[in-house]
């Protein structure tokens, strides 16, 4: 998390659904690929618009932080690959 930290382009927005992504890899015992939802993400990361979080969570694919893949299956949750930090 220091990497995020220290990166000017990041702001508490990023962070806090970092940190949700970070929270559901931890639950789910994994360390790079993580299953999501948008209302289990927005709700972990105390995100309230649908704008928000697609700004941010757009954001961080953009910056290099998660690769997401999304699942257009309603059965099947979408995947998040962290990428630039490791979860220790």
């Known amino acids: 998390m220091s ?3 220290k990166d000017p382009r990041i702001n508490v927005w990023h962070i806090s659904l970092i940190y949700a992504i970070v929270q559901l890899a931890y ?15 927005m709700k972990l990361s105390h995100i309230a618009t649908f704008p928000t979080y697609h700004k941010y969570f757009q954001q961080l ?7 997401y893949k999304p699942s257009y299956h309603p059965g099947f949750r ?7 930090f490791k979860i220790v």
């Open 78 to 84: 979408s995947i998040v690959k962290i990428i630039k």
């Open 3 to 5: 990497k995020v930290t």
């Open 27 to 41: 639950r789910q015992n994994e360390k790079e690929i993580v299953r999501v939802s948008r209302s289990k993400l």
């Open 61 to 67: 694919q953009d910056l290099g932080y998660i690769e």
